[in-house]
């Protein structure tokens, strides 16, 4: 899953090299597995702070609370043109 973003991202940058936007790429992940729930997010945001809040924002059956505890990871840095953090792709288990 992230060697494609890496990838993906990698490819963002040569196109807008000329923006210094200072955002991380994260991932966040819990383990509580259940239906109907997300799972985890790779995020783009400014702190874990954030990261954590657009988890909970986006919650499904899996509550706003699992994301308090959930183990959130630095990938990189960010260097597209979007300026305001956001969720790039999630794992989703559909029940």
């Known amino acids: ?7 993906n ?4 940058a040569v196109f807008y090299s000329q923006i210094n936007n200072k955002m991380k ?6 383990e509580n597995f ?8 790779v995020v783009v945001a400014n702190s874990e702070e ?8 986006t919650s499904a059956d899996e509550g ?7 183990k959130v990871e630095e990938c990189g840095e960010y260097t597209c043109h979007r300026t305001e953090p956001f969720i790039l792709m999630s794992d989703f288990r559909a029940g």
């Open 25 to 30: 790429i994260y991932t966040i992940e819990h």
């Open 9 to 12: 991202l990698e490819l963002c």
């Open 34 to 41: 259940a239906y109907d729930s997300y799972m985890g997010h």
């Open 50 to 57: 954030e990261v954590r809040q657009l988890a909970k924002e």
């Open 1 to 7: 899953m992230k060697s494609s973003i890496v990838h």
């Open 64 to 70: 706003k609370d699992v994301w308090d505890n959930a």
